[in-house]
C-alpha cells in the first residue's frame, strides 16, 4: 500500500519519529513517503495516511490540525492513524495527548492516536519557547522511544497487510 506520512514538527524531533515509521512501513513492503503537512495539495494517490504532530502548549501544532480539516472527507475513506510527541517525559502522559485529538479521531474515523515522549534540546529553542520550558519544568534530553515508534509501526504495517489481503 502506499502511505503518506505527514508531520508537523518545530525541532525535527518529531519528523524523526515519522520518518522511523515510515521506515518501518518501507520495511515490511509499504511505499512509505513522508511529507510536511503544509505541503500536500492532495491525498489522493495515498491509500493509508499517518498523521504526527509535535505538541505545544497541550496542542498539536497548526499545520496538523489545518491538514486533518483540510482532507476531513477523503481521510474518512482511507485508514489513518495519528500520533503526537511533547515534552512529558512519560509518553501516555496527558500533556502529549491533546484533548483536541479525541475529537479528530471521531471527526476523521482515525484507528487512534498514540503520543509518544519527545525531545528538548533548549539550544535550539528562542526566548519564548525557553520561558514556556522553564515554566513547565520541561526535561532536557531525548526522550523518544524508538522502539516503541517501530512496535507502533509495525502494528500499523499489519492491519495495512490485512486489509490488502481481504480487499
Known amino acids: 500500500m502506499r502511505v503518506l506520512v505527514t508531520v508537523a514538527s518545530r525541532h525535527g524531533g518529531t519528523r524523526e519519529i515519522g520518518a522511523r515509521v515510515a521506515e518501518r512501513l518501507r520495511a515490511r513492503g509499504h511505499d512509505a513517503e513522508v511529507l510536511d503537512p503544509e505541503s500536500v495539495d492532495s491525498i489522493d494517490a495515498y491509500d493509508a495516511v499517518v498523521i504526527g504532530s509535535a505538541v505545544y502548549s497541550a496542542h498539536w501544532m497548526p499545520s496538523a490540525?489545518?491538514?486533518?480539516?483540510?482532507?476531513?472527507?477523503?481521510?474518512?475513506?482511507?485508514?489513518?492513524?495519528?500520533?503526537?510527541?511533547?515534552?512529558?517525559?512519560?509518553?501516555?502522559?496527558?500533556?502529549?495527548?491533546?484533548?483536541e485529538t479525541l475529537a479528530l479521531i471521531k471527526a476523521i474515523d482515525a484507528n487512534g492516536h498514540r503520543a509518544f515522549g519527545g525531545q528538548l534540546d533548549r539550544g535550539v529553542l528562542n526566548f519564548a519557547e525557553r520561558a514556556i520550558i522553564a515554566a513547565a519544568r520541561g526535561k532536557e534530553g531525548d526522550h523518544r522511544d524508538m522502539s516503541a515508534v517501530d512496535e507502533w509501526a509495525d502494528q500499523i504495517a499489519d492491519q495495512l497487510g490485512q486489509q490488502t489481503t481481504t480487499a
Open 65 to 99: 490540525r489545518e491538514f486533518a480539516q483540510r482532507f476531513a472527507a477523503e481521510l474518512l475513506t482511507r485508514p489513518v492513524w495519528l500520533f503526537s510527541s511533547g515534552l512529558a517525559t512519560a509518553p501516555a502522559a496527558a500533556a502529549n495527548s491533546p484533548a
